[in-house]
């Protein structure tokens, strides 16, 4: 089945402590996103990536990291310079249309999230 | 960024009942999608709609790009439509989210 996976679904953290959240897809899409959600919130972008090896920052990526090695793989590292780091974290990946044609579809897939708690 | 705004934020009503939804944004987009979030947190794909008007059974939608909305229309609600419904809006990789309606259906 083709999808897009996030492990682990539930995640614990000491304060002071680096954790990095696993996002994989099977889906043969080129990009690849993070957002993160807070109670009765909508969705932040914290990363995105169109290409292996390339990477844009969205709107929150203060005390974020991200790697793009693989196509299918984008995970977020959750680091101690992140002040406020319990939320919801989602994963999500998309056709990247192809620069400068005139098609646009980029429909957007989610994975089922990451709950982050520091304790 | 893209200021987009959802109404109304809450909304009861009782199974058997349609509703409308709606999603403003402040600039121009190349891509638009309704989600439903379900209790577990999942975002559920209901339509990929930059414009025009879709339907898939008793959900439509309707997007007119050059007034900057969109409403999802909701017929013969049941209890499992409950949960929250976000837009998100954007043009080619950055999107931006509403802060969703929250829909409570009662049996």
């Known amino acids: 089945d083709g999808g897009i996976t996030q492990s682990p679904k539930y995640l614990f953290r000491k304060e002071g402590q680096n954790v990095t959240l696993s996002c994989e897809q099977n889906?043969?899409?080129?990009?690849m996103y993070w957002y993160r959600q807070d109670p009765g919130q909508g969705l932040r972008l914290i990363y995105y990536s169109q290409i292996v090896n390339d990477f844009q920052k969205g709107d929150i990526a203060e005390g974020y990291s991200v790697s793009r090695e693989k196509k299918e793989s984008f995970p977020l590292t959750v680091t101690s310079a992140q002040k406020n780091p319990t939320a919801f974290y989602l994963c999500?990946?998309?056709?990247?249309?192809?620069?400068?044609?005139?098609?646009?579809?980029?429909?957007?897939?989610f994975g089922p999230g990451t709950r982050l708690t520091v304790l | 960024g893209i200021q987009v705004e959802q109404s109304p934020p809450d909304l009861i009503l009782q199974e058997g009942a349609n509703s409308t939804l709606r999603c403003n944004f402040s600039?121009?987009?190349?891509?638009l999608q309704w989600f439903h979030q379900n209790p577990w947190g999942q975002l559920i794909n209901l339509f990929y709609i930059p414009s025009g008007t879709k339907q898939n059974g008793r959900l439509s939608a309707t997007t007119v790009a050059t007034e900057r909305y969109s409403l999802l229309y909701i017929s013969s609600s049941q209890t499992t439509d409950s949960g929250v419904y976000f837009c998100?809006?954007?043009?080619?990789?950055?999107?931006?989210f509403g802060s969703g309606t929250k829909l409570n259906v009662k049996p």
């Open positions: 999500a990946s998309s056709i990247d249309p192809p620069s400068g044609g005139i098609h646009t579809y980029n429909e957007q897939f």
């Open positions: 889906l043969n899409h080129d990009a």
């Open positions: 998100a809006v954007g043009n080619f990789n950055k999107f931006y």
């Open positions: 600039d121009s987009v190349n891509n």
